[in-house]
Structure formats: structure tokens, C-alpha cells
């Protein structure tokens, strides 16, 4: 790999560093606000957290047609295209809180969602764009931008919603959208890499045979394994993460400004491991990596049945943090190792599709659990989905992990 090739893929990781935490910022602001807003507007409140399942749902079914675009195209001119309509979608958002209009609040995640599933893609961009060897650590440096988010976040939430009242909530949606189209600036500066220039080792025959059927790579048992941390680590975090700030306000007494510093600690949680996962996975490898992450989620899910208090909530956030992004970038690490280049367009799409599918479920999910059974029903029920996590990872452990995968 040249000099100026892995110059290119180094500034390309800090451009995609610096478009997460964008990003970051705008799915932080409506994880945490979304909810509470819907409550107040949505004609029953069992239907507050339906615009978070919304997005969801436009994420699942944007994800793949992205992803096809992506390999059509470039993932920059995708990217840009769908940040755009994040910032718009942020400000029909913001329009819907000012009507009390729960349709148009519930309509604006038609253009929040793609903007959400193309970030998804910031991570495989990042591994792109550096040689196979440094991937696990370009994926997991991205998602620090999240921390960045975490920080400045609830002091520009807290801005803008002072700035915006009597109409409440309304600013932290115009936030979002100013922070959206601020992406763009990174996001235009993304270099070109060459491909063919990443790998010392990539095999000419392997990049000149003709892609796989589809069925030939999902039936590779680790693929399994991937996409299972991907959808249920994302699905368990978003469960608890989406019925907390509710659980919070409504049933427990603590003011919003609280509840967003819980928010705030858990993006950080999320994103902060990432200066330590990629190093970790080389080290020790998927395997171990993600079994720690579900022994996490397992911590926080007990923390928060121990008790209602803040440092309940705080731990049990915290340790959720941490453990998505363990299962998450280990996750991702074993998909791009089971797809040729010209298969990740369908195979990234599908793993995409699957993940924030079952993510919409969970958090809708989460809104209805919580109004008619309540906070502690909503980690009894996380538990399930981390059983079957940590059960097809371990089974994949013991049967198959010492056999290669297809594409290596």
C-alpha cells in the first residue's frame, strides 16, 4: 500500500470520525426526546416511543437499497444525500412539536430513518479504507465520535430548548437538524481509495471470481453469529435505552436535564471502548469480545432491576453502553470477514436490514412494555434477548469457530 493511499484512508477515518459524531448528536437528541415528546402529543401514551419505532422501521427498510446505491455509486454521494435529509427531517420534527401534531412529529422519521441507516455505513467505510489488518481498529475508532456528541449534546439540548420556549422539546429538534447539516462538512471531504491498494495480501483470483449467491454466504454459521450480536445487541441496548428517559420523567420523578446526563453518560459509554475494541479484538479475537459484552449487558440488566434510583439508572446505562459496543464492532469485524468486495452490497444490506429491524421491534416494544407492565418487566424482558444472544455466539464458539470462514 502507498504512501499517499494510506494517507487518504487515514484522513478518511477521521472524516468518518467526525461525521459520527455528528450524527451521534442528532440520534442522541431524539433517542432522548423523541420519546418524551410523544408523550405529551401522541393521542395515547403507550404510543410515545412509536416515533422511535418509526425510524426504526425506515432505517430497516432503507438499509439495504442504501447499501445497493452505495456499490452503484460511492457511499460519499449516499452519505451526503442522506444527511441532508436527516437535517430536513430534524426540522419537521421540530415543526410537529410546534403544531402538537403527533402525524407530522411521526412523519418526520421518514426522513430521519435513511439518514440514520446510511450512517450505519460510516463503520464499513472506515475498514475500506484502510488495509484488511487495521479494519477492526478503523471500525472502532469511528464510533468514537460519539463521545464527542456525548459531551457537547445536552449543553446544545439544553440551549435551544430554552431558546424555543413555551414550545416544549421543540429545540432539541432544530439542534438535531442544525447538527445534521453540519455533517456534510466532513462528509464532502472524503478521499478516494483504491481498493486493489489495501491489501498486500488480497488474492488477485479471489477479487476476479464472481460474486456468491446470497444463500451461499448466510448459511456460514459465524454469519449467524454476526448478524445475532449485531440485531439483539442493538435491540437490548435500544429496549432499555428508549424506555429509560420515560422511566425517568414519568414514573420515577426526575427532571429531563437527568435523564439526558444518563443519555449523555451512556453515548459515552458506547463510543469510549472504541480507543481500546479494535486493539482488543486483534489481540484475543472475536470470540472473547463478544462474550464479555453480553456478560456486560447481563450486569446492566441486574443493576437496573436492583432498584430505582439514579445510580441505578447510571450503572445499568453505562454498563449497556459498553456492552453494545463490544457486540457491536465485534459484530462487524466477523461480517467483513465472510464477503468478497463485490458481495458487501447485498451482504452489508441484508445485516443492516436484519439488525434495525429487529431494533424497530425492540423499541417499540419498549413503549409498550413500559406503559402497561412497567421498568422492570422491560430488563426481565432484555434477558430473553440476551440468552439467544449469548447462546448462538457460544454454539459458533464451540462448533465452528475453528473453521475458516468463505471469503478468507
Request: hydrophobic fraction near 55%; aromatic fraction near 10%; include cysteine.
Amino acid at each position: 500500500m502507498s504512501d499517499e493511499t494510506s494517507k487518504n484512508g487515514n484522513w478518511n477515518v477521521a472524516f468518518l470520525m467526525a461525521s459520527q459524531a455528528c450524527f451521534s448528536a442528532t440520534s442522541m437528541t431524539f433517542i432522548a426526546f423523541a420519546g418524551l415528546a410523544g408523550a405529551l402529543i401522541a393521542p395515547d401514551r403507550s404510543l410515545a416511543t412509536l416515533p422511535i419505532s418509526l425510524s426504526m422501521v425506515m432505517v430497516a427498510l432503507s438499509t439495504a437499497p442504501l447499501s445497493v446505491l452505495m456499490q452503484k455509486y460511492s457511499r460519499k454521494l449516499v452519505f451526503l444525500a442522506c444527511a441532508g435529509l436527516g437535517s430536513i427531517g430534524a426540522l419537521v420534527a421540530a415543526a410537529g412539536v410546534y403544531y402538537q401534531d403527533f402525524v407530522i412529529f411521526c412523519l418526520s422519521t421518514l426522513l430521519i430513518g435513511p439518514y440514520q441507516a446510511s450512517a450505519a455505513y460510516y463503520r464499513f467505510a472506515a475498514g475500506e479504507s484502510v488495509a484488511t489488518s487495521r479494519a477492526p481498529r478503523a471500525i472502532s475508532l469511528v464510533l468514537i465520535g460519539g463521545i464527542f456528541a456525548a459531551l457537547l449534546t445536552p449543553a446544545g439540548n439544553s440551549f435551544f430548548n430554552d431558546l424555543f420556549l413555551p414550545h416544549t422539546f421543540m429545540g432539541a429538534f432544530v439542534f438535531s437538524a442544525a447538527v445534521a447539516a453540519f455533517a456534510l462538512v466532513p462528509l464532502l471531504a472524503i478521499r478516494q481509495v483504491a481498493d486493489t491498494a489495501l491489501d498486500h495480501h488480497a488474492s488477485p483470483v479471489k477479487d476476479q471470481m464472481p460474486p456468491r449467491p446470497l444463500s451461499d454466504v448466510v448459511r456460514q454459521p459465524a454469519f449467524a453469529t454476526a448478524v445475532v450480536n449485531g440485531a439483539l445487541g442493538y435491540s437490548m441496548m435500544t429496549f432499555v435505552m428508549t424506555a429509560t428517559p420515560i422511566a425517568m420523567v414519568e414514573f420515577c420523578g426526575f427532571s429531563s436535564t437527568t435523564s439526558t446526563q444518563v443519555i449523555s453518560a451512556h453515548v459515552i459509554a458506547m463510543f469510549l471502548p472504541g480507543l481500546f475494541t479494535g486493539n482488543l479484538i486483534m489481540r484475543f479475537g472475536v470470540l472473547p469480545i463478544l462474550l464479555i459484552g453480553h456478560l456486560l449487558f447481563a450486569v446492566a440488566f441486574i443493576t437496573a432491576l436492583s432498584g430505582i434510583q439514579l445510580a441505578n439508572f447510571s450503572v445499568a446505562l453505562i454498563a449497556l453502553g459498553v456492552g453494545w459496543n463490544f457486540c457491536f464492532v465485534g459484530g462487524t469485524t466477523l461480517l467483513t470477514q465472510l464477503h468478497r468486495h463485490n458481495e458487501k452490497g447485498r451482504v452489508q444490506g441484508l445485516n443492516e436490514m436484519l439488525v434495525f429491524g429487529a431494533t424497530a421491534l425492540a423499541s417499540l416494544a419498549a413503549g409498550v412494555i413500559l406503559r402497561y407492565f412497567g421498568w422492570v418487566v422491560v430488563n426481565q424482558a432484555a434477558f430473553v434477548l440476551l440468552a439467544i444472544a449469548a447462546g448462538v455466539t457460544m454454539y459458533w464458539g464451540v462448533r465452528h469457530k475453528t473453521k475458516p470462514v468463505a471469503a478468507s
